[in-house]
């Protein structure tokens, strides 16, 4: 048991800390004795059919890693995106996950996930791949992201909003031509100059 515990240790490792059912079995265990090995504090469960292994090296990887592994075609968008360009102070109380509309998914009762299915020319819009922990996180652009949340402004708190716009400007890495242009594609660009224009004579107020 011990040289086949090794032998599924190695496995995980291989996988960067994950395996499905079949690839357990594959190593040598049968089915039912899974529940032993989450029970025995070897391995957790992620969803159904996905399991992680509880290595110091895994056990304290964030959520968006587990979710990346659960739902590999999801995008994080609206407040998890914003979260994750520190576009704003809320903290979301679930993870935001675009999907493309063509594909349904099944989530798990743990983390939290909130799915929003995109049309399948704004899901591929502002795409940006990051780096953490070894795993590429698929997240929107800044820029895409404030068209996103004012796409869904009716999902979301205008103070959120606002505050995420307001932060955007104070940022040196902004990219204002393509934020326009994204605008233009997800069809909000009345609505953005709105804010924008807002901003700026708030600036000005606060400078007399």
């Known amino acids: 048991m011990i040289i086949k515990l090794d032998n599924l240790k190695k496995k995980f490792y291989e996988n960067d800390g994950y395996l499905t059912t079949a690839e357990i079995i594959e190593v040598g265990y049968k089915k039912w004795w899974i529940q032993n090995l989450i029970d025995e504090g070897v391995i957790e469960r992620v969803k159904r059919g996905l399991y992680k292994l509880c290595d110091d090296k895994y056990f304290q990887l964030d959520e968006e890693i587990d979710i990346i592994k659960m ?70 652009n800044m820029e895409k992201t404030l068209c996103d949340c004012l796409r869904y402004r009716n999902k979301l708190s205008n103070d959120i909003i606002v505050e995420a716009f307001k932060e955007y400007m104070k940022r040196k890495d902004k990219n204002l031509t393509l934020l326009m242009e994204y605008a233009k594609e997800c069809r909000v660009s009345k609505i953005i100059k709105i804010y924008m224009e807002v901003l700026i004579w708030q600036k000005i107020y606060q400078h007399q």
């Open 71 to 140: 739902i590999p075609m999801g995008v994080f968008c609206l407040s998890s995106a914003l979260s994750f360009h520190e576009l704003t102070t809320y903290t979301p109380y679930e993870h935001e996950i675009a999907i493309d509309r063509r594909y349904k998914v099944t989530v798990p009762e743990y983390p939290p996930i909130k799915v929003y299915y995109y049309d399948t020319k704004y899901y591929k819009l502002g795409i940006q791949e990051v780096l953490e922990d070894g795993y590429v996180i698929r997240v929107y």
